[in-house]
């Protein structure tokens, strides 16, 4: 589970410092607290969709400590007991975000905008789950005539806005350099579509559109972007 999270947000968090300007031993362990907060908040947030899919990213060593098999049926027939492993992953990153925040006071906070917008976010969508009483299965898919105005505007913030308002601080650090690359991550969901899942796949399809777009507003400053 370290590893799997360290590979994901944690990485993204180490070379988004860099381009900030952040070369610190502190900017390094901001980056890291952030990425577990980060991931482990999609991870829970996510937990009904990915088990949909026949995935599951908690750790092995909670169902064993609750007492279940690494089955999906075990998880899906003991609400409670998942409804505590998910609480105890929110600590998890409730105590990253703090840690975060604590460091925070010794970077440059003007160079950490981007980040902290980001934090933002996140914090909102931990908070909306956070020591609440849930049922795991909160997150079920629907119709488009069924989703909340909030629940979409959140989609966007998170998944869209967040590349635009790190994209403009990233973009002038990168042309001082004279060559530089924009990675840019989307989804299946940007390409083929996403039934009952409109927000996240309008923002997917988002983030390949912008990503087209600078790839040719850049390419003369010899900026790739992909």
Request: aromatic share 12%.
């Amino acid at each position: 589970f370290q590893l799997y999270c360290e590979r994901v947000a944690v990485a993204v968090g180490y070379l988004s410092i860099k381009i900030f300007g952040i070369h610190t031993k502190v900017g390094g362990l901001y980056a890291y607290e952030l990425g577990m907060a980060f991931q482990i908040t999609n991870i829970v947030r996510d937990f009904k969709e990915d088990l949909n899919n026949k995935r599951c990213y908690v750790p092995s060593e909670k169902f064993i400590e609750h007492g279940l098999k690494k089955k999906l049926s075990d998880l899906t027939n003991n609400s409670e007991k998942i409804h505590s492993i998910l609480q105890e992953m929110l600590e998890a990153a409730n105590k990253n975000f703090k840690k975060s925040d604590y460091l925070l006071k010794s970077l440059d906070q003007k160079k950490m905008i981007g980040s902290e917008i980001m934090k933002l976010f996140y914090k909102k969508i931990h908070g909306k789950m956070y020591k609440k009483k849930i049922n795991y299965i909160f997150k079920d898919l629907v119709d488009i005539e069924k989703i909340k105005s909030e629940d979409w505007e959140r989609t966007i913030q998170v998944d869209v806005n967040s590349h635009f308002y790190f994209t403009k601080r990233a973009i002038p650090l990168i042309k001082k350099s004279q060559n530089g690359s924009i990675i840019n991550i989307s989804s299946t969901a940007g390409i083929l579509g996403f039934p009952l899942r409109s927000p996240y796949a309008a923002s997917k399809w988002a983030i390949i559109g912008i990503t087209k777009t600078l790839a040719m507003e850049l390419g003369r400053f010899n900026i790739r972007v992909n």
